[in-house]
């Protein structure tokens, strides 16, 4: 039977797009994994462990395709899966099951992950080759360095394809020995061409962040959490001089969400971006224009 009723948060979400003439939503930072590790996913968030920091009550909880049909209530016509991998031997696991994802899921980007083992360079080729849109890297849950010397050749094939990168680097929610801008930067000099979506724009070290984003051409940010409440709370303010150079970077902002695994309404992502005051043709090309135009879609 044919689901009729849409998600209660979906007419907030709707409003907001039509308000500012959207054809819908681009949201490069959104989460589908395997339901055994979602779960586990899922169980930390539930638990607010070491690696979380606190109170972190999910506000969508489903199976994918559930929650793919409640980002298509949204409006969202474009969405990723971002596996990552936190050991070795996991990253083709969940390439496997993402490739699966993106076949039979509209809207969704071909994604992938990679991790610092033998091999990494030559899958990541391979999934290239089939097509992958997008890889995440997410080095406070792998524990390891973006410059480990077994990436090296991984980072070489994806600069040269110019497949976008989400990586997560920046040190929120808690840091540890493999986060910061830093190996970021070393990496972007050994690898000027990579094209890299920081995430969560790089909470808490935005000044950092946006100024990589500034140096290197291909460089983006993700607005992943950033500027919401629950961000504010846990000592996540951006900066407020850094608003003119965040508007002046136009087409290097996209819009994310973390969905499904967020504490408030989806919407209020969106209202977060709003009261920035930075206009409504940098809200449409944070939200739409931008993803669009990196993507081909």
């Given amino acids: 039977m044919q689901r009729v009723e849409l998600h209660p948060d979906a007419a907030a979400v709707r409003d907001w797009t039509e308000r500012l003439t959207l054809p819908g939503l681009f949201d490069v930072h959104t989460h589908f994994l395997p339901p055994r590790v979602f779960a586990k996913v899922r169980a930390q968030f539930d638990l607010a462990g070491p690696a979380i920091g606190r109170p972190w009550p999910l506000r969508y909880r489903d199976t994918d395709v559930r ?4 980002l298509g209530e949204f409006g969202v016509r474009h969405f990723s899966a971002l596996p990552y991998a936190h050991k070795a031997e996991m990253a083709e696991f969940l390439n496997d099951w993402a490739a699966d994802f993106a076949s039979r899921t509209p809207g969704a980007l071909h994604c992938g992950t990679f991790f610092p083992e033998p091999g990494a360079a030559a899958y990541v080729s391979e999934r290239i080759a089939s097509g992958l849109e997008l890889f995440k890297v997410h080095v406070q849950v792998g524990a390891f360095h973006v410059t480990d010397p077994l990436l090296d050749d991984a980072w070489g094939v994806v600069a040269e394809a110019g497949t976008p990168v989400v990586l997560h680097a920046g040190s929120g929610p808690v840091p540890n020995a493999y986060t910061g801008p830093g190996p970021v930067a070393e990496l972007l000099r050994r690898h000027p061409r990579l094209q890299l979506v920081i995430a969560h724009m790089g909470a808490p070290e935005y000044r ?38 965040l508007e002046a970077l136009g087409e290097k902002v996209l819009l994310g969400s973390d969905f499904p695994n967020i504490p408030y309404p989806y919407a209020h992502q969106l ?27």
């Avoid at 929650?67 to 409640?70: F, G, K, P, S, V």
């Fill in 271 to 297: 209202e977060s971006l709003e009261r920035l005051g930075l206009g409504e043709e940098w809200l449409r090309a944070v939200c739409w224009e931008n993803g669009t135009r990196l993507f081909g879609r």
């Fill in 67 to 70: 929650l793919a049909e409640i």
């Fill in 208 to 245: 950092e962040f946006l100024e990589l984003a500034e140096t290197y051409e291909r460089v983006r940010l993700d607005t992943t959490m950033a500027f919401t409440d629950f961000f504010d709370e846990m000592g996540g303010v951006f900066p407020a001089d850094l608003l003119p150079r």
